[in-house]
């Protein structure tokens, strides 16, 4: 059995394969780039008006009437030869003639016939965007790593970028074991319960972004769990296990683990609730065989296999935000174990919930944090600081 920090440790420095795939840029929101972006153009690739008004040749005068010549609009690709006192009617976006230096905004100008005085004069250069003024030809303008959003893909689109390398997600297979579950919607059977680890934890993963989620069942016996982590292994890059990873007589994963040649990384974590967590790898893909008990399992999918989810996708600091609080009343562990617990935070005060029991979602769907408290730690007073893993906090 090892630690909380132990575990976290050997998570962290799990190597994970690099997986870059082309993609259009409109399937990429909240993938990571998997390539450095450089422009391909200017931007703005020609000198573009940033206001609607005049463009006309600067000049020190004072008073400045301007003869109005002509009109651009966005779009237009003519040029003219404008001479000094003369003008154009010019609207944001649209292409500077090549001789003007200068807009002045139509609130500045007062129009008679085909004249523009201008009322108040803007500096030299005012209002013209100049070539490349954004991001010039050539420029690293993304970087890899970055985690996509509409922004990034505005961006690329307006540099004219259809497709992007990006590290493809990993598909996560959840395999549910035990005699005893039964689907919900239909009367439960005496001594049956419902089972609803996999829909909680495919719930979960779609919250984070992942979509490509294969649940599949195994019945308690030794072939069956076989069976069902063959198939696992075979359609995910992930594999999340329910259940069966105790020491009772009919708990068979870990020896199916084994027989498929499946390494162990850990097994067992000094910690309440979760402590039966399985962790290995077999190639390039990676197992967590979870307590089937629904707040272990799924406290152990946010501390642990979340994070190598994430990582796998590319994604920096892949855990969920921890903050520090006060906590609003005495609290003593006398387990010598670490501990996670649900509880809500509030204008930074922490308060632990009533019923932590392994098997309790009720109070896990009233959380908005788990508070952490180390192996070590025997005494809690009122107002001390508290460890906290917000749960609707998405990381980066």
């Known amino acids: 059995m090892i630690s909380v920090t132990e575990a976290l440790g050997l998570i962290n420095a799990t190597s994970v394969p690099e997986r870059i795939k082309p993609m259009r840029i409109e399937k990429t929101l909240g993938l990571i780039l998997g390539e450095d972006i450089t ?60 001789q003007a230096d200068t807009v002045v905004m139509q609130e500045h100008v007062n129009t008679k016939d085909q004249q523009a005085i201008i009322i108040k004069a803007p500096k030299k250069g005012a209002n013209v965007r100049p070539v490349g003024e954004q991001v010039k030809k050539g420029d690293v303008v993304l970087k890899k790593g970055l985690q996509i959003n509409e922004a990034t893909i505005g961006f690329l689109a307006g540099l004219g970028i259809r497709k992007v390398a990006v590290i493809k997600p990993p598909k996560i297979a959840i395999l549910v074991t035990g005699n005893e579950l039964q689907n919900a919607g239909t009367p439960l059977a005496d001594g049956a319960i419902y089972e609803s680890n996999s829909i909680m934890l495919k719930m979960a993963l779609k919250r984070f972004g992942y979509s490509k ?15 069902g982590i063959k198939k696992g292994l075979k359609f995910g890059d992930v594999l999340l296990i329910s259940g069966g990873i105790s020491v009772g007589d009919y708990d068979f994963v870990k020896e199916a683990l084994e027989s498929k040649k499946v390494k162990a990384h850990f097994y067992k974590i000094n ?19 979870l307590p089937g008990n629904p707040a272990s399992a799924l406290t152990c999918f946010y501390v642990y296999a979340l994070p190598l989810i994430k990582k796998i996708s590319g994604i920096k600091t892949p855990h969920l935000q921890r903050t520090e609080a006060r906590i609003s009343s005495d609290f003593n562990n006398n387990s010598g174990k670490s501990l996670f617990l649900k509880a809500t935070l509030k204008d930074n005060e922490l308060s632990i919930l009533q019923g932590q029991q392994s098997s309790m979602l009720h109070t896990f769907s009233s959380s908005n944090v788990l508070a952490y408290i180390p192996e070590d730690v025997k005494t809690i007073s009122k107002g001390d600081a508290i460890t906290c893993i917000k749960l609707n906090s998405y990381g980066n």
Do not use: C
């Not at 030869?81 to 976006?93: H, M, S, Y």
């Open 213 to 227: 989620v294969k649940i599949f069942r195994a019945r308690d016996t030794l072939k069956a769990t076989k069976q």
């Open 39 to 98: 422009a391909p153009i200017n931007m703005p690739p020609f000198r573009q008006s940033a206001m609607d008004g005049y463009a006309f040749i600067w000049s020190e005068n004072d008073n400045i009437v301007l003869h109005v010549i002509d009109t651009f609009k966005a779009g237009d690709t003519t040029n003219i030869d404008l001479k000094p006192e003369e003008a154009v009617r010019i609207f944001t976006g649209a292409k500077v003639p090549d």
């Open 271 to 289: 910690q309440k609730p979760g402590k039966p967590l399985w962790f290995g790898q077999k190639d390039q893909k990676f197992v967590f065989a």
